[in-house]
Every structure is written in structure tokens, then in C-alpha cells.
């Protein structure tokens, strides 16, 4: 398959908050994805990523979960914060070297 | 520089000009990637080039749009005869090695065509 797809485009949680942002992909034989984050105005900066020989990877604040059965990939913020208000996209590697976006979900922190 | 740099920033167009926009990537950095974001949009992929090997061209929508990368640094897209829907953010990105060692973005250039 082609798409890299999230299952809900707009996301609200209140500030101090756990939020969870999910992402199917379709193509079993990917091995690399990335989560990326988008402010107004900016370039997509780099958040964490994960290769399929793990299940789970944890930054600072943030944590991604790949579950290969069922092709699914979230990513799970703790604590939220003002400055998390943004565009998530996640990419999976496809090919060799091309990187697939999804739409993005719209992730707003309500004070 | 510190980052990736694209210029212009904002551009705008009369239908059916030639634009070139411009990417500076991370020096150093082998691999350069452009992608499109329509509004609201997700990333469309367009070219990747990598090293001196040929460039992955399987994303560009027409052959209105090319891309050329010069001493392995400095890449320029270039869209022929402009048409409104080419209207979009062009994202430039570069890498280390290739994709999988983090890709940095630009800025972005925003094209409106009218």
C-alpha cells in the first residue's frame, strides 16, 4: 500500500494532560517510521522515531508505541503543554529511501 | 548554516511563469529530499537525491516540475508554465546519510499562483 493514514484528524486535551495521537500504515514491509511535529508557519521538526525491530521507544516526554500485528503506530505525550499545540505527522519508510506522510492530526491544549 | 535554508519564503506567481526555488541544505549532509504541503495537507514527496546517485524523481507531478542539485549541496525545483494548483508549501529536507538518520527541515517556500 501507499498511505500512511490517522484516524482522527483534530485533537483536544486539556494542559497537564496525557494525549495520544494514532497512526495506521499500510505497508507491512516498512521498517522505519517517524513522528514529526509541525508549528504554524514552520518546517516538520523531528520527534522521535522507531525501526519494527522494537515495539516501543521513549524520549523526553514522549513515547511511541508500534504494534506490527495490527500496523499501527501511536504516539503518546505526557503532561502536555502549551508549546505542544501542533500538526503531528506520522512517516513511514517506503522503498529504499522515500519517506510517506500522513494527513496529520491537529493536536490543541486547552488551558 | 545551522539549518536548512530555502528562499524565497513567500512567492507569488502569475499563471504560466517559471519559478526556481532555492534549498541550502545542512552542509554536509549527503541526502536532500523536496516534498509539497498543500494546506491542511499532509506531505506529498517529490525528488530525493542522494549522494551522486540518480536522483528518486518518482514523486514529481508533471513534467512542468524538475529538480537539479549542484556539487552535491545547494538543490534548486524548478516549475515550468505555473498553474494554480501548484499552489503549496515546498518543504525541503536533508539528512546525514539518507532516511534513516533524522531528516531537517526547512522554512519552507510558500508559492501562490494566481
Known amino acids: 500500500g501507499e498511505s500512511v493514514g490517522l484516524h482522527l484528524p483534530t485533537l483536544s486535551v486539556q494542559e497537564g494532560d496525557n494525549s495520544i495521537i494514532n497512526c495506521a500504515y499500510s505497508n507491512s514491509a516498512s521498517d522505519y517510521f517517524i513522528w514529526y511535529k509541525q508549528e504554524s508557519g514552520k518546517g516538520p521538526q523531528f520527534i522521535i522515531d522507531?525501526?519494527?525491530?522494537?515495539d516501543k521507544r521513549q524520549g523526553q516526554r514522549v513515547t511511541v508505541l508500534l504494534n506490527k500485528t495490527v500496523k499501527h503506530l501511536s504516539l503518546q505525550i505526557a503532561a502536555t503543554q502549551p508549546g505542544d499545540s501542533a500538526v503531528y505527522f506520522c512517516a513511514e519508510k517506503k522503498g529504499a529511501q522515500k519517506l510517506v506522510f500522513g494527513q496529520g492530526t491537529r493536536l490543541t491544549i486547552n488551558p | 548554516g545551522a539549518g536548512v535554508s530555502q528562499s524565497p519564503s513567500n512567492k507569488v506567481t502569475e499563471k504560466g511563469k517559471d519559478v526556481e526555488l532555492r534549498c541550502d541544505p545542512i552542509?554536509?549532509?549527503?541526502?536532500l529530499y523536496w516534498y509539497r504541503q498543500s494546506l491542511g495537507q499532509g506531505l506529498e514527496f517529490l525528488i530525493y537525491?542522494?549522494?551522486?546517485?540518480?536522483?528518486?524523481k518518482s514523486g514529481l507531478p508533471s513534467d512542468r516540475f524538475s529538480a537539479e542539485r549542484t556539487g552535491g549541496s545547494v538543490s534548486t525545483l524548478t516549475i515550468q508554465r505555473t498553474q494554480q494548483e501548484d499552489s503549496a508549501v515546498y518543504l525541503c529536507a536533508s539528512s546525514l546519510w539518507g532516511i534513516d538518520t533524522e531528516a531537517f527541515f526547512g522554512q519552507g517556500t510558500r508559492l501562490t499562483v494566481v
Open positions: 537525491f542522494q549522494g551522486n546517485s540518480a536522483p528518486d
Open positions: 552542509s554536509g549532509h549527503t541526502a
Open positions: 522507531i525501526r519494527s525491530n522494537m
